[in-house]
């Protein structure tokens, strides 16, 4: 689906891939269909006039929280898990190359030879030139997840709403892997999300959306025209925002 459409509730969004959504039909690594196919559907919302921030994860190549249980440091851990994001920022700026869409990598953490740094007044400037920024190396500092850096990029640059591209259809009731009764919500309030501990993403991340009321789009990746139907299609997802209720 690549038609033009009108579009007049999002000018900007944050879109927050995990890195395991790059697995594809691998156990480790980049599937470099599965990255073609991400970069494609990213562009078809630049051809729709939308702002992106991409922020990226690294599960695919390495989680900092792993290698803390066997006794490495958790500050050095995370910062590996940092650099795998890199890794991965770097695959997705050449897939957006390879058809012919301008991107710039901008790494919380200074790696000069390979990405230019992140600072809000960059990532506005590579906005207003129309190139797709990508976000790497989460927050730059240990002990936050990339759900706290895509928040944390969604209020510094103003964004309309944070997309979260999952493995699962939206945000359940409760582990549908486990409870086979759990319903998926159309809608929830950021309060329920954490109150309830559902597992959308970290509780971090709500709060922060909350706090500066940023709405967040939770829905399945391997969707087909998934990042399309998150903006356009109202009924795709769960949508986490200032409601009175849950609805179903």
Not at 71 to 98: C, H, P, W, Y
Not at 114 to 119: E, F, P
């Amino acid at each position: 689906m690549t038609s033009t459409q009108v579009n007049d509730l999002y000018k900007r969004v944050v879109l927050k891939i995990s890195g395991e959504s790059l697995l594809g039909g691998l156990s480790f690594g980049i599937d470099a269909h599965k990255l073609t196919s991400i970069a494609k559907e990213v562009s078809i919302l630049r051809e729709n006039n939308i702002e992106v921030i991409v922020v990226i994860g690294g599960g695919n190549i390495f989680r900092g929280v792993q290698l803390s249980t066997i006794g490495i440091s958790r500050v050095i851990a995370d910062q590996m898990g940092m650099l795998a994001t890199v890794i991965n920022a770097l695959a997705l700026d050449e897939s957006f190359k390879k058809i012919s869409i301008p991107s710039r990598v901008l790494s919380s953490i200074g790696i000069h030879e390979m990405c230019d740094t992140y600072s809000q007044r960059h990532a506005l400037r590579c906005l207003a030139n129309g190139e797709i920024v990508i976000c790497a190396a989460g927050t730059g500092n240990p002990f936050f997840t990339t759900d706290s850096a895509a928040s944390l990029r969604a209020i510094e640059l103003q964004a309309d709403i944070m997309l979260k591209a999952t493995n699962v259809d939206g945000v359940y009731s409760a582990d549908p892997k486990i409870n086979k009764n759990a319903k998926i919500f159309s809608k929830v309030s950021y309060d329920y999300v954490i109150e309830h501990k559902l597992s959308a993403l970290d509780s971090t991340a709500v709060v922060m959306c909350r706090d500066y009321k940023i709405p967040v789009k939770v829905f399945n990746i391997h969707f087909p025209n998934h990042i399309y139907q998150a903006v356009f299609n109202k009924n795709f997802g769960t949508l986490i925002g200032d409601f009175n209720e849950p609805a179903i």
